[in-house]
């Protein structure tokens, strides 16, 4: 034997490194084992549910499911050209620059709408007109001047929104009449100089 090595050094590096191997063996064995339980649970729990929902099991009763109406129909907009007009306002000097867009809850009746626009134009001019820029300054007098002009273009459209008719019946019931396809106007442009 060559000098320096030493017969009883060998399995002594071999018995340093079985208790690491059994160290990890007990290791990885725990690591299986965890894995088989964490399975074994979930596969209960899984089978379990499935065994509810097929009504194996009696269950509490569950929340009625939220009934979601269709979504509504986006609205179609029908914008008018801008408009320019004398203010009421003594001296005539002042005038607005107005843009004007009707909400319209049908698409269809926008090609009706769209036959009546001359107009409506000029009643929307005869309205603003007759409107002084105190009134049109405010919130108060634009929400007012918006629901004027859509009570006259429905008018003009062949819709009363304010008039009513009654029964011949003593009792005076309101008949509803079919609603204008103007559901709001909205204002895209409102200068006042």
Same mark, same amino acid.
């Given at each position: 034997? $060559?000098?320096? @090595?030493?017969? +009883?050094? #060998? *399995?002594?590096?071999? #018995?340093?490194? !079985? *208790?690491?191997? !059994?160290?990890? @063996? @007990?290791?990885g064995g725990a690591v299986a084992l965890l894995l088989i339980v964490g399975g074994g649970a979930g596969w209960f729990v899984m089978s379990k549910?499935?065994?509810d929902e097929e009504g194996g099991e009696e269950k509490a009763p569950a929340a009625a499911p939220v009934a979601h109406d269709k979504p509504k129909a986006p609205p179609t907009y029908l914008p008018l050209e801008n408009m320019v007009v004398n203010l009421a306002d003594a001296g005539g000097e002042r005038f607005v620059q107005?843009?004007?867009?009707? %909400? @319209? +809850?049908?698409?269809?009746? #926008?090609?009706q709408v769209k036959a009546y626009l001359p107009a409506i134009r000029n009643q929307i001019l005869i309205l603003v007109s007759q409107t002084s820029s105190e009134d049109l300054l405010k919130r108060e007098g634009k929400e007012k001047l918006a629901t004027e002009i859509l009570n006259e273009s429905s008018r003009i459209l062949g819709y009363d929104p304010d008039d009513e008719e009654e029964s011949p019946k003593k009792k005076?019931?309101?008949?509803?009449? *079919? %609603? +204008? $396809?103007l559901t709001a106007v909205l204002f895209a442009n409102f200068i006042v100089q």
């Open positions: 034997m $060559p000098e320096g @090595i030493n017969v +009883s050094d #060998a *399995p002594a590096a071999d #018995a340093k490194e !079985k *208790p690491k191997s !059994k160290k990890m @063996i @007990i290791i549910k499935n065994a107005l843009g004007v867009t009707f %909400e @319209i +809850s049908d698409p269809k009746a #926008a090609d005076k019931k309101k008949v509803r009449k *079919p %609603e +204008s $396809p």
